[in-house]
């Protein structure tokens, strides 16, 4: 008795997927629920698990080709157990394919060895006996603290770019060897590094390397190209006064982990201001269906997360209609199962408006692309501190030192005037400068 194994459904949304690996061969036994073949789809990478127990018998659909949901994607055999129904996966991400490379082997510093010098000729020197001292333990001790460093030891510290301040002797007295460069040198743990030392950035493996593009990459260049093609795409930058905000964050930050589990950043905030300003701009929050112009009826606000596969956006669905509270544990649950490949395909799709948060790599600010049908984009750059100019409700200026971040927006000309554009961001620069958010906290 034989049994298919068929694509099952991965999501509302999602209609086919593409087989990038079986995880069994052909005469293989497979248990029930063990995972069986590796499937990609436009939305998330799944592993699917076997709903029979058996013998593997055949592959109908081969690594690297598409099959419809529903689709026979193998035949198990030799079963005793009855068919079950395959359940809907966990999103698990597929291992992308990485060429074979070599591992790249460190260079060891070889400590150049001067020739030896001879020693000058002096005159034996006057020996003044005194009553014998008790005989301590030699300690280690720095160059700079006055022991005398051979001409032999001098020239092999400056050979290997050493510095005699850094190194610490471990000869009679405190005194600097041979030996003690050659291990700061090598990178022996009694090393201290020059204070001057550049950082050295360790060289990745594929260096040099050739490897194809994964699935989600070539989806993400392909909607990326598509989307610089058939939009006109421009950004508008402002710069906000944060400091409100995290005075805010610093006041409540204990009773808020608390009370949620999560800690509380800027991110929020920036996603409640956004979806309070795309209620009132109602352009921003569109999408250009032929020669026709769609309001969407909710804010839902996809964020971008850098995880090992690439970007991806889930999707916080009504934002507008959330408090800090709320929309922190969903911006932390969302993260942490894109990183960990446990989000459901529908979980990404459906946003109307994307929020990414430059700032979390420490870059001041970028121009975001803009991802069809969605027509903006907003970029939050690093919160810094930095002097500005303030001015007082006297119109009187100084100077003060300010939590400041830049704010980027880029948006469809098609749809949205840079006029447009600026309002918008005026009202969420004015939204965030006030820090009026006792009221939206949730705790």
């Known amino acids: 008795m034989s049994d298919n194994v068929v694509l099952p459904a991965l999501g509302e949304s999602v209609t086919e997927g593409t087989v990038t690996r079986w995880l069994k061969k052909v005469g293989e036994t497979v248990a029930i629920d063990e995972p069986l073949v590796e499937i990609s789809t436009d939305k998330v990478d799944t592993e699917i698990p076997s709903p029979f127990a058996g013998v593997l018998e055949q592959i109908l659909v081969q690594v690297d080709e598409t099959a419809q949901v529903g689709a026979t994607l193998a035949i198990i055999g030799g ?14 991400v597929a291992p992308e394919p990485v060429a074979v490379v070599e591992p790249v082997v460190e260079p060891v510093v070889q400590p150049v060895v001067a020739p030896p010098v001879a020693a000058p000729v002096v005159a034996p020197p006057v020996v003044v006996v005194s009553p014998p001292a008790p005989i301590a333990a ?12 051979t001409p032999l030891v001098r020239k092999l510290a400056s050979d290997n770019g050493i510095d005699l301040n850094s190194v610490s002797g471990t000869g009679v007295g405190g005194r600097i060897r041979k030996d003690d460069i050659i291990a700061a040198a090598t990178g022996a743990i009694n090393t201290v590094a020059a204070p001057n030392a550049a950082p050295i950035l360790e060289v990745s493996a594929l260096r040099g390397q050739t490897e194809p593009m994964s699935r989600l990459r070539k989806v ?10 058939q939009s006109a795409q421009l950004t508008t930058v402002v710069e906000v006064d944060v400091t409100k905000v995290a005075h805010l964050r610093s006041r409540v930050q204990s009773d808020f982990t608390s009370r949620t589990g999560v800690k509380l950043n800027f991110m929020p905030f920036f996603i409640l201001a956004a979806a309070e300003g795309l209620r009132a701009h109602p352009k921003l929050n569109a999408s250009i269906s032929g020669e026709n112009v769609v309001y969407h009826p909710t804010e839902n606000i996809s964020f971008a997360v850098d995880s090992e596969r690439g970007l991806l ?37 459906g946003a109307t408006f994307t929020l990414t948060n430059t700032g979390s790599r420490g870059a001041l600010f970028d121009t975001p692309v803009v991802f069809l049908p969605q027509v903006a984009i907003l970029g939050t750059g690093i919160v810094s501190k ?17 939590s400041m971040v830049y704010l980027a927006l880029s948006y469809d000309h098609r749809l949205v005037d840079g006029a447009d554009a600026s309002r918008f961001l005026v009202d969420v620069k004015a939204r965030l400068e006030n820090a009026a958010f006792e009221g939206n906290l949730g705790i």
Do not use: C, W
Request: no cysteine; net charge negative.
């Open 386 to 402: 930095r002097a500005v100019v303030v001015t007082d409700d006297f119109g009187n200026d100084s100077i003060a030192i300010r």
């Open 79 to 92: 079963g005793a157990s009855a068919p079950v129904e395959a359940p809907v996966a966990a999103p698990v």
């Open 138 to 149: 030699p300690a280690p001790a720095h160059a700079s603290d006055g022991g005398y460093v």
């Open 220 to 229: 993400l260049a392909e909607r990326a190209v598509t989307s610089m093609q």
């Open 313 to 349: 956006t889930p999707v916080i669905r009504e934002a507008g209609n959330l408090n800090i509270a709320q929309i922190a544990q969903q911006v932390a649950d969302l993260a942490a199962r894109t990183r960990s490949s446990q989000l459901k395909p529908d979980e990404l799709g």
